[in-house]
């Protein structure tokens, strides 16, 4: 008799264990009627959604010339020229940086143009310009609306012109683009060719 009730103990004992962990597990699974929130998802990235218009952390330029390394560079949004010099190795020996505004910030898509000293079309500092042509050729990528209105045959309405151009489409990439602004030909874009570097 007692080995009876010490099975039936036994039987009892495990099925209240039983009861109480399936009690237990309930609990945990449906939760003891309150919630926590849930965090918020954080936003998507602008870059992840594809959306467009947003400044980038980062501008590429193209430097040409008289550079160690010419090429295409990716710089930290806020550059200066000199930075984007110092990415393609320096300036070469032949370099005429007199010419170049190495303070200017860089835009996004922006062609640097390290000219040599003693090229064709590009006159030395101290040396006589063509009557109504700047001494230096024009940046159109960073050029102001006053260095825009100094080039032979450009007043100011087609420096404006020019201007509106830029903030429509961005950095001057070629000088052929000039041809794309209203007011200057063909005849015109010859004219401004040597005197201007996008």
């Known amino acids: 008799m007692p080995e009876f009730l010490l099975q039936q103990r036994r039987l009892l004992l495990a099925v209240a264990g039983s009861l109480a962990f399936i009690l237990l597990a309930g609990r945990f699974v449906l939760g003891a009627g309150t919630t926590t929130p849930a965090a918020p998802l954080p936003p998507p990235s602008a870059a992840a959604a594809g959306v467009t218009g947003l400044p980038s952390s980062r501008v590429v330029v193209d430097v040409v010339g008289a550079v160690r390394r010419p090429g295409l560079y990716r710089l930290a949004h806020g550059s200066r020229i ?91 990439s070629s000088v052929d683009e000039l041809d794309a602004v209203p007011g200057i030909g063909p005849k015109r874009l010859e004219q401004l060719r040597d005197l201007v570097v996008p």
């Not at 910030?105 to 500092?125: I, K, W």
């Not at 102001?144 to 509106?164: F, M, N, R, Y």
């Open 82 to 172: 000199a930075d984007a010099l110092a990415r393609a190795g320096g300036a070469t020996g032949k370099a005429d940086l007199a010419l170049v505004n190495l303070a200017a910030p860089l835009a996004d898509g922006e062609q640097v143009v390290v000219p040599r000293r003693g090229v064709p079309g590009v006159s030395a500092p101290g040396a006589p310009a063509a009557p109504g042509a700047p001494a230096a050729p024009v940046q159109l990528s960073m050029a102001t609306l006053e260095q825009l209105d100094s080039l032979p045959g450009v007043g100011p309405a087609t420096a404006q012109k020019i201007l509106d151009y830029r903030t429509k489409h961005g950095a001057f």
